[in-house]
Nanobody, 115 residues
Framework: QVQLVESGGGLVQAGGSLRLSCAAS????????MGWYRQAPGKQRELVAV???????NYADSVKGRFTISRDSAKNTVYLQMTSLKPEDTAVYYC?????????WGQGTQVTVSS
């Protein structure tokens, strides 16, 4: 059993910033990648950003230059620094961990950007 605890979501005005955190605990063995996905109302869940165990990163085109993903391997924690937020960034953001024992999702944290 893996637990993913997300924090940092909230309401922010357009142009503002938020920092999401996700701490993984429990049965964890050899994390391959950690990432953030989001799902807006009426839309499918989509990749926002991912970081591998080697430190490689990948971003959705819509967030490149505005969001930065990072991780603290010692704490099994992944962060998402979001800047220059836009109303279209409004969504539930989910943490994902891909590891030797399988793939796990967090419960989601709401991010709302007002115009």
């Amino acid at each position: 059993q893996v637990q993913l605890v997300e924090s940092g979501g909230g309401l922010v005005q357009a142009g503002g910033s938020l920092r999401l955190s996700c701490a993984a605990s429990g049965r964890i063995l050899n994390i391959y990648a950690m990432g953030w996905y989001r799902q807006a109302p009426g839309k499918q869940r989509e990749l926002v950003a991912v970081i591998t165990s080697g430190g490689s990163t990948n971003y959705a085109d819509s967030v490149k230059g505005r969001f930065t993903i990072s991780r603290d391997s010692a704490k099994n924690t992944v962060y998402l620094q979001m800047t220059s937020l836009k109303p279209e960034d409004t969504a539930v953001y989910y943490c994902n961990v891909d590891q030797f024992l399988g793939n796990s999702w967090g419960q989601g944290t709401q991010v709302t950007v007002s115009s």
